[in-house]
């Protein structure tokens, strides 16, 4: 019988989550690097064993993790043996360095962006948000850091080189942060054309590897706040956004984007994915406003549409509707490839909830973890 895995990250630790097919009764294994933030963990597509996680410290830094046992055990693979850890047992987070390049393909130095108040700002690497591992390579892998910038590592994780053309490529001395930091959140790798991809960056847009996935002007080439990509996996032209304000859409790769919000309770979210099976089918879970992160009125509601964001409907069976006050972050959503499929969810509230019939009723798989950053499924 086929089964799933996900992977957790929270504000304490990274856990991870196993259950066959049925998805009723789950085995949870954490917390793994108890009281890290963990902002991301991902499994490869070519190597579901092999699984990259982000793990960070505002005091000890930034430490790639690696698995190639699916969880059981890891290491750093950017860190020389026995130099693992520091004074007092704690790791050393100097694993994987992430070296800004400062040429760039332009010729023109890379050497600031704006800042908050408009006036010019040193790039300063803080750390991974998210880590995409490529579909063929279980040795090759992308990060997303902040301040925004796109690494790749081709050997597991021991280096990484900054991929310059994104910040090189003109506007990136404009980009300016977010209420949240400069992050490049959301790197989508294209399944069907090789070597497409689309990353995000809040506060400045959505981009296309091949320089032609601009978000069209209304007016500005930069300054757009993505909060999450989300790609049709059967027609990867298909593209879904959830912006700071607005859902939108794109038949074309994004070349051009229609808003899709319609009826939803508000426009404002951070997350959103696409079902396995059915590429206009899509959720999307609305959050009050950029000043209040919780879900409207204490009710927590997946909505759901059917007809690529059209129209929705909101799924509420076995989710809290009174005295609910919770977020969901830009990473905290994932589907399965099952049938029928399943989608999963993490809130910062501690709970990870999952739907095995594509969106119908919903159960909790844990109640009580740490905030969740992020939450990913394989499928094996």
């Not at 499929?341 to 969106?359: I, M």
């Amino acid at each position: 019988m086929s089964g799933v895995r996900v992977l957790v990250g929270t504000k304490k630790g990274a856990f991870i989550l196993t259950s066959d097919g049925k998805r009723e009764k789950w085995d949870v294994s954490g917390p793994h690097f108890a009281g890290w933030e963990m902002y991301h963990l991902k499994g490869s597509p070519a190597d579901p064993n092999r699984i990259y996680a982000s793990q960070t410290s505002g005091w000890f830094g930034q430490i790639i993790q690696r698995s190639d046992d699916g969880g059981k055990t890891w290491f750093q693979p950017g860190t020389p043996p026995g130099e693992t850890t520091g004074p007092g047992g704690m790791p050393k987070g100097e694993s994987n360095k992430f070296v800004y390049d400062t040429s760039a393909e332009t010729g023109k130095p890379l050497t600031t962006h704006q800042f908050y108040d408009g006036t010019q700002h040193p790039w300063e690497f803080k750390r991974v948000w998210h880590l995409e591992p490529s579909l063929s390579d279980p040795d090759t892998v992308y990060a997303g850091v902040e301040d925004a910038a796109l690494f790749r590592s081709t050997n597991g994780g021991k280096t990484w080189e900054e991929l310059s053309g994104l910040r090189g490529h003109g506007t990136g001395p404009q980009w300016q942060p977010g209420a949240g930091g400069m992050c490049l959140h959301t790197i989508v790798l294209d399944p069907k054309t090789e070597g497409r991809i689309f990353i995000a960056i809040s506060a400045a847009g959505a981009f296309r590897s091949d320089d032609a996935g601009y978000i069209p002007n209304p007016e500005a080439e930069v300054g757009h706040c993505v909060h999450r990509i989300a790609q049709a996996k059967s027609r990867p032209e298909l593209l879904y956004m959830q912006k700071h304000w607005d859902v939108m859409r794109s038949f074309d790769a994004g070349e051009t984007w229609t808003e899709v919000s319609d009826n939803l309770p508000t426009d404002f979210g951070f997350v959103i994915d696409v079902h396995a099976h059915e590429p206009e089918t899509i959720y999307v879970v609305p959050i009050k406003s950029d000043g209040e992160h919780f879900v409207p009125d204490g009710k927590l509601r997946v909505y759901r549409s059917r007809t690529g964001g059209n129209e929705w409907e909101e799924l509420t069976k076995g989710l809290p509707q009174s005295n609910c006050y919770v977020n969901v972050l830009r990473d905290a959503m994932a589907v399965d490839a099952l049938d029928k499929c399943g989608v999963y969810f993490g809130t910062s509230g501690g709970q990870v909830y999952c739907s095995a019939d594509a969106g119908d009723s919903w159960v909790p798989i844990v109640r009580d973890l740490p905030a969740v950053y992020s939450v990913e499924v394989q499928t094996l």
